[in-house]
């Protein structure tokens, strides 16, 4: 790949364009118009992931008057057009100055749509922005990236140099993966990047309002905090999010350029100072805190935010309590006596539970609520754990009963009429129950079933024995009366 694309001589004026603005078009004007001769142009470009090596960017600087806002709209760049089709999408960087070089991203936009207007076998790209970018007075750096695809189509877009009258400081290359081997991997002079004396600035222009500047009175910050323990109310050991939302005018600060946010927690002499995150899209700082069961107590947390160009410091205070961490509190049923009263013992339901700090904690127990537990007594082992890892055991007794005797019930004949003087084969038939242990075998005295009874009467005893050894009974008469022959 090669850095440098040769460029007809020529210039650009840029004209103001009419967009939409909250439903109703809003006549912007020409803020800033750079042009001159352009002998060539240089690569501004963010390639496909596999050339990611040789993704690049040029950065040229501009001025916000003083006592002046700027609500830059759309953004206009010259370039060369390489491929097929030819790329249709940029993105947009507006840099704060970082002495004379570009430092944060005031504003950041990716993906745009780009319209082009052939002029002299180049193009005019104008960019409409979709949410405007407000500055300042002051210095700011803007940076056209095309983004293409070089393999298959062959994308290249080269932006426009020219060497005439530089105004302020000269444009800045990078090319963080040192694809081009131009060893500017931060933003660096053109000259120095690609040898040419001729590379000292780039053909751009900026669309919008502008009007007095107005310093913002004060910033509108609130404090949320996470992972939701009441209120302002964490607990110890664990890993608590502390997030600041810093607003200006109502709306969220974007970007990188964060101005400066601290986070400081106080309690008597004691003061901790946090490093925020960087500023996310949302307008979000946010630090971790771990403290421990040493720094228990009510801190104040005092979040500042020291003000970026055009914004002024502002602070917001309130109050975090940390509390002593105990381990979760068990709450389990006393132990229990119940009477069997289904096959096997009796269906139990219990309840068990357990709070901490933090709130709810699981418990985990080795019998479940609804299961059959048989007769006898069984522990119940339960155990809670928090979101810290401290763990409380604790557990009760269910003793299943059971007291009832087996029913017996013996079906037999009262007389038996027999010609034998010996007896009588007398059959019967013998039923016990048990509520728990079921169906039982009965035994029975003095004859057994099919057995030869005497003349006369017999009481038979029968009886069952249950499996916690309690035995229930039942007696009934039989008399066997002899017969003669008439």
């Not at 939409?20 to 060539?40: I, K, V």
């Not at 940029?90 to 936009?109: F, K, L, M, S």
């Not at 013998?430 to 728990?436: C, E, G, L, M, N």
């Not at 017999?458 to 039942?474: F, Q």
Request: hydrophobic letters at 35%; one cysteine or more.
């Amino acid at each position: 790949m090669r850095a440098r694309q040769g460029l007809f001589l020529g210039a650009v004026v840029w004209a103001g364009v009419s967009l939409s603005t909250s439903g109703a078009a809003a006549q912007t004007t020409t803020l800033y118009n750079q042009t001159g001769n352009s002998p060539s142009g240089y690569t501004s470009e963010d390639f496909e992931s596999v050339y990611d090596a040789y993704d690049n960017a040029i950065a040229d600087d501009f001025t916000v008057p003083s006592d002046t806002e700027w609500q830059v709209q759309v953004v206009h760049a010259q370039v060369v057009l390489n491929g097929n089709p030819l790329s249709s999408t940029a993105h947009v960087d507006i840099y704060e100055d970082d002495n004379g070089t570009p430092g944060c991203r005031r504003c950041v936009y990716t993906n745009l749509p780009v319209s082009a207007t052939p002029v002299d076998g180049r193009y005019d790209w104008s960019i409409p922005l979709p949410t405007s970018c407000d500055l300042g007075p002051g210095t700011y750096w803007v940076s056209v990236r095309g983004v293409v695809t070089y393999d298959g189509a062959g994308q290249r877009v080269f932006w426009a140099i020219t060497s005439d009258a530089p105004r302020g400081n000269a444009g800045r290359f990078k090319n963080p993966g040192n694809g081009f081997g131009t060893g500017c991997t931060s933003f660096t002079p053109m000259s120095t990047c690609f040898g040419d004396a001729n590379a000292q600035e780039v053909i751009f222009g900026l669309d919008g309002t502008s009007g007095p500047y107005v310093p913002v009175p004060s910033v509108d910050t609130t404090t949320t905090f996470v992972p939701g323990y009441p209120s302002a109310t964490v607990a110890p050991f664990d890993s608590t999010a502390i997030q600041v939302q810093v607003q200006a005018d109502g709306s969220p600060l974007v970007g990188e350029c964060s101005g400066g946010v601290t986070f400081e927690l106080q309690k008597g002499e004691t003061s901790l100072f946090l490093d925020p995150d960087t500023l996310a899209s949302n307008g979000i700082f946010e630090s971790t805190w771990t403290p421990d069961n040493s720094l228990t107590g009510i801190w104040t947390l005092t979040a500042r935010y020291e003000g970026s160009e055009g914004y002024n410091p502002s602070q917001v205070v309130t109050t975090v309590e940390v509390i002593p961490n105990q381990p979760p509190v068990l709450s389990l049923p006393s132990n229990m006596v119940l009477e069997g009263n289904t096959l096997g013992g009796r269906v139990v339901t219990f309840s068990a539970s357990a709070t901490d700090e933090s709130g709810s904690v699981p418990v985990t127990c080795s019998h479940s609520s609804g299961q059959l537990f048989p007769v006898g007594v069984t522990t119940v082992s339960c155990s809670a754990s928090d979101p810290l890892g401290q763990v409380t055991n604790g557990s009760f007794t269910i003793t299943i009963t059971d007291t009832r005797p087996p029913l017996v019930s013996i079906t037999i004949p009262k007389t038996v009429y027999t010609s034998n003087p010996g007896g009588a084969v007398v059959n019967y038939t013998v039923r016990a129950t048990d509520v728990v242990s079921g169906n039982l075998t009965a035994t029975c005295t003095p004859y057994a079933s099919g057995s030869m009874f005497p003349v006369g009467r017999t009481t038979l005893v029968c009886r069952a024995t249950d499996a916690v050894g309690r035995t229930g009974s039942a007696s009934a008469l039989v008399t066997v009366t002899l017969t003669t022959a008439n």
